[in-house]
DNA sequence: TTTAACATGTAATACGTTACATGATTAC
DNA sequence: GTAATCATGTAACGTATTACATGTTAAA
């Protein structure tokens, strides 16, 4: 049993939305998906190439007046089935994430406890950084898109987002009040 | 500029616990950095040869009576100077990490409501299970381990995994509500 | 005797990124 | 003219997993 990757899912996926070339696939990906997948360009074509050959996409080429010729991408009925199957199928489970600040403070014993404070506060200002991207998007969502049907869906990934990245800014500041603590000792 | 990893890092810092073999190193990241750092066998055996190598690992074979031989290695001084370089360096981009059930969820506005929320009562379950098995190692570490000056950073690097998991766990609940809500209009 | 734990290692494969390569069109 | 955006693609490389391969010792 192999542990099938889900990236060919999430191009697949973005051939329902209005993606329908590589090339804003790319775009939405770094935009709207960011938060949870990412992928290149050198997956992303050879994908789309593959899902042709399995009829699960068709293409053609457009030329345009005002723009490079593009490839189109549309999704088959074969496809929508395919894409159907998976988005019922139970979830994998949980991968482990590796996380370099967390590795870099289980060897920090014997370290100048300074160091490891400073390595907490560039990690907060990282995740404070992304809280207050996904706030913007999420306020844009709010106030712009508050009609659209779609649009619980996209909340509730930035949500994701937004309640973990939440819980570990706070994380940061407890761990170096537990770290002052433990100096003053 | 090579996005190099920290996986050598993982097994330099791991040379100065008590973990001195390919094998014990193994064990000791599967069961206490489990929930930030995973490696195969695949890795660590070609790492430590490489770690000698460079000069920051030394090796030993030591038999045994009871067990099969083993290879013992211990880091050298240039392996800790290199490992507070390491330290000292300051953290990479976060990455994004892969999540299928935020894939899905994104995938899932012409999809039965029904469906993503047993997707989310899966994910609950598996989140809720990795709750208890940090719970109880964190209660092991705090009742027996409290003398032991080290244990402040195991303790840090557990909550993270505790408040993460329990914020993921909360939003679980939460989505389950806002997509129960929109059936119902 | 056979299973589990101890112990080490390589080869094939999968997955993903980055660099390379090309070229059109638009806006400044 | 030149930079930015649009647009597609491949080759080389890096990273990591899995399967394969081997063997010891202890405990049931």
Redesign the interface.
């Known amino acids: 049993m192999s542990k099938e990757s889900?990236t060919k899912?999430?191009i697949l996926?973005l051939l329902?939305t209005e993606c329908t070339t590589g090339y804003s696939m790319k775009q939405m990906i770094d935009g709207s998906?960011?938060?949870?997948?990412?992928i290149s360009y050198g997956q992303i074509y050879p994908i789309l190439k593959s899902l042709v050959e399995e009829g699960y996409a068709s293409v053609r080429i457009t030329e345009q007046d005002d723009r490079p010729a593009k490839k189109e991408y549309s999704i088959t009925a074969e496809g929508e089935k395919e894409?159907?199957l998976?988005?019922?199928k139970?979830?994998?489970?949980?991968q482990?994430?590796?996380?370099?600040?967390?590795?870099?403070?289980?060897?920090?014993?014997?370290?100048d406890v300074a160091?490891?404070i400073d390595?907490l506060d560039?990690?907060k200002n990282?995740?404070q950084d992304?809280y207050n991207t996904y706030m913007g998007i999420k306020d844009m969502i709010t106030t712009e898109l508050n009609d659209e049907?779609?649009s619980?869906?996209?909340?509730?990934?930035l949500?994701?987002g937004l309640?973990?990245t939440?819980?570990?800014i706070?994380?940061c500041e407890?761990?170096k009040s537990?770290?002052r603590d433990?100096k003053e000792e």
């Open positions: 889900n899912y999430a996926g329902t998906l960011n938060h949870f997948w990412k894409l159907q998976w988005l019922q139970p979830l994998q489970e949980i482990t994430e590796k996380n370099e600040l967390l590795l870099k403070l289980f060897f920090s014993r014997h370290q160091n490891s390595l560039q990690q990282k995740l992304r049907l779609d619980v869906y996209w909340i509730i990934t949500d994701y309640v973990t939440r819980a570990a706070d994380w407890d761990s537990k770290l433990q």
